[in-house]
């Protein structure tokens, strides 16, 4: 093994009974494991990440998002589709224009800790 390399190895080839049987039934079923799993590969694009950030400042149309991000409006509505399908950003209408924002306060959290997290 290398130096960088790192494995861990049980001292003993046993459980700690005991702390398996406490953990166990406070995890969550296997399909709620791969929503989660599904819902954080969505936070695994940059372009994403961006459009998020814009909507946790202010709503906004695709247009502004576009100018902003110095992007094309299809490639930000291509976006702004998979985050509406992962339920991160809703949408309203006013007259011809559709504003978007984010969905609710959860993901305002998640992109306010992820920041606290990566700047400490």
Do not use: W
Request: some cysteine.
């Amino acid at each position: 093994m290398h130096e960088h390399e790192y494995a861990e190895h049980c001292e003993e080839i046993r459980t700690h009974q005991d702390i398996v049987d406490r953990v166990k039934p406070e995890m969550p079923d296997e399909e709620s494991l791969y929503d989660l799993a599904e819902l954080f590969k969505v936070f695994g694009d940059t372009t994403r990440i961006r459009i998020l950030y814009v909507l946790f400042e202010e709503e906004m149309c695709v247009c502004d998002i576009a100018e902003l991000l110095n992007m094309s409006q299809s490639a930000i509505s291509h976006q702004l589709r998979i985050l509406k399908q992962s339920r991160l950003v809703r949408n309203r209408r006013e007259g011809k224009t559709i504003y978007y924002f984010l969905a609710d306060d959860h993901v305002r959290t998640i992109i306010g800790q992820g920041m606290e997290h990566i700047e400490e």
